[in-house]
């Protein structure tokens, strides 16, 4: 059976880089990704994945006003079960840094050859946190050598977050209110030192927070 077609919204004020997207994705990936919707406006961008309703979102971070870091939050905010994927094509990590705090379950620079695309889009919606190696450096740089003791609880909310489970899922799991969930969470981020669950998933994957 043929695996189903990802579908993909690209948020991008360069409309070279949007056809490039829209002609060499689906060629590069043997038709299992496309372009379903495309809009260079930052503002406009929650409007067009709520109206397109794709399993994955493009965001280029650097775009005239509001920015793509609105555009980030503003999609999550209105379609949280869309994945949202930052694009920059600068060196700078504080805007990737941003992205994440806002929402987005990864990041992926410009620069980045089509056919190298599919398998970081892939786990994305599988619930990983996909994140460049050298960004990743930066974002444990800091806590490189330290220890985070969590109990068995904090482990399974870990693990349950590094699946891309939400909420609802968790608190199921558990067998807890999504209110607990939530100050669970919070408090987990808290002991991490990170502001954001993808950057939990990071950490947890990166120094084996997740071994038995």
Request: net charge neutral; with cysteine.
């Given at each position: 059976?043929?695996?189903?077609?990802?579908?993909?919204?690209?948020?991008?004020?360069?409309?070279?880089?949007?056809?490039?997207?829209?002609?060499?994705?689906?060629?590069?990936?043997?038709?299992?990704?496309?372009?379903?919707?495309?809009?260079?406006?930052?503002?406009?961008?929650?409007?067009?994945?709520?109206?397109?309703?794709?399993?994955?979102?493009?965001?280029?971070?650097?775009?005239?006003?509001?920015?793509?870091?609105?555009?980030?939050?503003?999609?999550?905010?209105?379609?949280?079960?869309?994945?949202?994927?930052?694009?920059?094509?600068?060196?700078?990590?504080?805007?990737?840094?941003?992205?994440?705090?806002?929402?987005?379950?990864?990041f992926l620079p410009k620069?980045?050859?089509?056919?190298?695309?599919?398998?970081?889009?892939?786990?994305?919606?599988?619930?990983?946190?996909?994140?460049?190696?050298?960004?990743?450096?930066?974002?444990?740089?800091?806590?490189?050598?330290?220890?985070?003791?969590?109990?068995g609880e904090e482990r399974?909310?870990?693990?349950?977050?590094?699946?891309?489970?939400?909420?609802?899922?968790?608190?199921?799991?558990?067998?807890?209110?999504?209110?607990?969930?939530?100050?669970?969470?919070?408090?987990?981020?808290?002991?991490?030192?990170?502001?954001?669950?993808?950057?939990?998933?990071?950490?947890?994957?990166h120094a084996g927070l997740?071994?038995?």
């Amino acid at each position: 059976m043929r695996p189903p077609t990802i579908r993909l919204v690209v948020v991008d004020d360069h409309p070279l880089f949007v056809r490039g997207i829209e002609l060499l994705l689906p060629a590069s990936t043997d038709g299992r990704a496309e372009v379903v919707g495309s809009t260079g406006d930052a503002a406009a961008a929650a409007a067009l994945v709520s109206r397109c309703m794709p399993d994955l979102a493009l965001v280029d971070l650097h775009m005239p006003p509001p920015g793509g870091i609105r555009a980030v939050a503003a999609i999550r905010r209105t379609t949280p079960r869309v994945r949202v994927v930052a694009m920059s094509g600068g060196d700078d990590p504080a805007p990737a840094m941003e992205a994440l705090r806002a929402g987005a379950e990864g990041f992926l620079p410009k620069s980045s050859e089509p056919e190298e695309l599919l398998p970081p889009l892939l786990a994305i919606l599988a619930g990983w946190a996909v994140l460049p190696a050298q960004l990743l450096r930066g974002l444990l740089g800091p806590a490189r050598g330290a220890r985070v003791d969590l109990d068995g609880e904090e482990r399974q909310l870990l693990r349950l977050i590094a699946a891309g489970r939400n909420t609802f899922e968790i608190a199921d799991q558990l067998h807890v209110s999504e209110r607990t969930v939530k100050r669970m969470t919070a408090a987990l981020l808290r002991k991490l030192r990170v502001s954001s669950r993808a950057e939990a998933a990071a950490l947890a994957g990166h120094a084996g927070l997740l071994g038995e």
